[in-house]
Nanobody, 120 residues
Framework: QVQLVESGGGLVQAGGSLRLSCAAS????????MGWYRQVPGEQRDLVAY???????NYVGSLKDRFTVSRDNAKNTVYLQMNSLKPEDTAVYYC??????????????WGQGTQVTVSS
């Protein structure tokens, strides 16, 4: 079992930045891919970005222009740097971990989620 603990969410004005962190513990040897999803109430949980243990990244759509996913394997931690935030980025952001490659992400474990609110 893998435990994922997120931090770094909060309230920010449009145009601002936030950095989310997610530290993994437990059966970390089983983790190859870590990443981020986000969910708005009443909607499905959507992939944002992920990164493999080798550093390959994958982003959804145009988020790559504003978001950067990175990883510190020594600390078993994944980060999401979010710049130029927009009100539509408001959501609960979930850390995820599991298997996969640059081309797919098989999520096996989830964090508890952290709220990001962007005010206009």
């Amino acid at each position: 079992q893998v435990q994922l603990v997120e931090s770094g969410g909060g309230l920010v004005q449009a145009g601002g930045s936030l950095r989310l962190s997610c530290a993994a513990s437990g059966s970390i040897f089983s983790i190859n891919v870590m990443g981020w999803y986000r969910q708005v109430p009443g909607e499905q949980r959507d992939l944002v970005a992920y990164i493999t243990s080798g550093g390959d990244t994958n982003y959804v759509g145009s988020l790559k222009d504003r978001f950067t996913v990175s990883r510190d394997n020594a600390k078993n931690t994944v980060y999401l740097q979010m710049n130029s935030l927009k009100p539509e980025d408001t959501a609960v952001y979930y850390c995820a971990a599991g298997g996969g490659s640059r081309w797919y992400f098989e999520v096996r474990d989830w964090g508890q989620g952290t709220q990001v609110t962007v005010s206009s």
